[in-house]
């Protein structure tokens, strides 16, 4: 085996960027005056095992005050084929228009019991009511919200009699290398718990 070799990083800089971390990649939904925003977030974690999630945000982006104003917000979980359309989601805004004008050409997709659009062909969508929101993490802020709904892709859905190795390599999963690649997930390994673990 080789030696590992220690390497300090300064701590005067972010340091996220200096090493490779995988991550969940999702498309955040919200409504705005005029029009949809739809915004790609790596940052992104349930919080607890109950029906509760979180992402990183930032004031100086619209989902932020999208989601203070309005009180929800969608989650979508794309597709490893649906990384250029995450991608175009973060286009930039154009002064003169009152939205991302590539949003309105995105693919999307509404339920009945929620307002806020959800990108279209994904393989989970969670409608959450916004619970709180926790600023102060240098100009970022932790948006937390309580899922309300939740569908998922029957390809995706988990079945007991089913084989998760088969499941993924038909069915690969998206993740994100933050902050610059992404890969395809299409096989897995059991998780060597110790004996009588319990989460």
């Known amino acids: 085996m080789k030696d590992q070799v220690i390497q300090a990083l300064d701590m005067q800089y972010p340091i996220w960027d200096r090493f490779l971390t995988i991550a969940p990649l999702v498309v955040i939904g919200t409504r705005e005056e005029e029009g949809i925003d739809l915004a790609p977030k790596h940052m992104v974690t349930a919080l607890g095992h109950a029906n509760y999630i979180a992402f990183v945000c930032t004031a100086r982006h619209q989902t932020y005050h999208n989601v203070a104003h309005r009180g929800t917000f969608s989650v979508s979980f794309p597709k490893p084929d649906q990384v250029v359309l995450s991608s175009l989601a973060a286009s930039p805004r154009c ?105």
């Open 95 to 199: 002064d003169d228009l009152s939205h991302k004008p590539i949003v309105s050409q995105l693919p999307v997709r509404h339920f009945d019991d929620h307002p806020d659009p959800f990108l279209d062909n994904s393989y989970i969508y969670l409608a959450c009511r916004h619970d709180r929101t926790i600023d102060g993490f240098g100009d970022h802020s932790l948006i937390c919200g309580q899922i309300t709904s939740a569908w998922v892709d029957r390809d995706y859905l988990l079945d007991s009699e089913g084989d998760i190795q088969d499941q993924l390599k038909n069915f690969p999963l998206l993740a994100y290398l933050a902050y610059s690649r992404y890969a395809s997930i299409d096989s897995s390994f059991a998780f060597p718990f110790p004996k009588d673990f319990s989460t």
